[in-house]
């Protein structure tokens, strides 16, 4: 704290060793959890203490230890309110200066049967430690503090904790997106730990769903992680339509079929991607909004063989991190309507050359998934 501070300074400059005393005791009362008016009250009672020994008695040893005159404690007085009154009046500011709008930019709206019951007024109010964990978010042009506040307002189904979720559950989380939820329903074994790094050694044999959502509250606690050990199907319509967005992570091309197929349903925006040896890919689907979905590009599961899973065909370990980071952006962007989601275009990663390729893709009309007529309309 400032007091704090400028206490240590005071002593640097002065050589008065009695201050050190008093920064003691101050520290001491911080300590116990004496804080706010009580802190001051005890600051200033002290203070005055020593101003009144050294006032009654100015030719005393004592006054000539505390080597001040009493106009010198009491201007060192007056710069210790100011100091407690600034400290105050920030934190006064920070607690008020966050309510969350009704409709924050970007956010997707969710329909009256899917929409939360009002939070309290202390609920809708950053606090202090949450302004100072988004600072770097707040201070972005084009994410600013309405942005902040669409990401925590936010539900975020994030399908698959492995590889590609691994690095999306930990940027999603430290971004403070407020309720996401985490579905796998594997468990963590150490061959996964080369590149899914949410994980520990001490991890091994949980359930990925758990293990992650411990080390997402842990990152910050200011967020709601729900965790699902089990796969997401077709059959969970009704849980993707009370979502604002999905997140797939999966290297199963049924799974991503049917996550499409309810997405497409439900008209939630689905952030795609896949990783082999050393490339990767990142889009959006979102036919609601004009970009294709899954099926419209890829309609049939691959050969066997052609795209192999990564326990047969390998994948660097830094790339599901790459790519994990890119879903998560476009995750942030979309929630917070900032730039340019990947709507429409398929990011291409080629690890090995260092080179990026972005392909337009574009919707079928005669998709049997989100052709007219097939996706909900709003």
């Known amino acids: 704290m400032p007091v704090l501070i400028f206490l240590t300074i005071m002593i640097v400059v002065t050589q008065l060793w009695w201050l050190l005393l008093y920064l003691i005791f101050l520290g001491w009362l911080i300590w116990l959890g004496v804080s706010g008016w009580r802190l001051v009250l005890a600051a200033v009672l002290v203070w005055l203490a020593v101003l009144g020994g050294v006032a009654l008695a100015p030719d005393s040893a004592f006054a000539r230890l505390i ?203 689905l952030v795609a991607g896949a990783i082999a040896q050393w490339e990767g890919q990142v889009t959006v689907w979102d036919p609601k909004r004009g970009a294709p979905c899954m099926s419209c590009i890829f309609p049939q599961a691959p050969a066997p063989g052609l795209a192999p899973a990564c326990v047969e065909a390998g994948v660097v370990g830094p790339l599901p991190g790459v790519i994990g980071s890119m879903m998560a952006l476009e995750a942030i962007k979309i929630i917070a309507g900032a730039g340019e989601p990947l709507r429409g275009r398929m990011l291409i990663f080629d690890g090995l050359y260092g080179e990026n390729r972005l392909m337009k893709i574009a919707r079928r009309g005669d998709c049997p998934v989100c052709g007219s007529g097939h996706f909900a309309q709003g």
Not at 74 to 90: D, T
Not at 153 to 167: I, Q
Not at 200 to 210: E, F, H, I, L, T
């Open 67 to 269: 080597g001040w005159s009493p106009q010198g404690l009491v201007s060192v007085l007056l710069v210790i309110a100011l100091l407690f009154g600034a400290e105050a009046l920030v934190a006064a500011l920070h607690a008020h200066a966050m309510p969350l709008p009704d409709r924050a930019p970007g956010l997707v709206p969710l329909s009256a049967a899917a929409k939360p019951a009002p939070q309290p007024a202390s609920a809708q109010v950053m606090q202090p430690a949450e302004l100072d964990r988004y600072a770097r978010h707040i201070v972005l042009r084009e994410l600013g503090g309405p942005g902040q506040a669409a990401l925590r307002r936010a539900r975020v189904l994030v399908v698959g904790a492995g590889g590609l979720g691994a690095p999306v559950c930990q940027y999603l989380a430290a971004a403070g997106v407020g309720r996401i939820t985490v579905a796998d329903d594997d468990r963590v074994s150490l061959s996964n730990l080369q590149r899914q790094v949410i994980f520990r050694s001490k991890d091994d044999g949980q359930p990925k769903a758990q293990a992650a959502r411990a080390a997402m509250l842990a990152l910050n606690p200011h967020i709601e992680v729900t965790a699902l050990a089990r796969r997401i199907t077709a059959e969970d319509a009704a849980l993707i339509a009370e979502q604002d967005l999905v997140i797939d992570g999966t290297d199963s091309f049924t799974a991503r079929q049917a996550i499409n197929a309810a997405c497409v349903a439900a008209g939630v925006p």
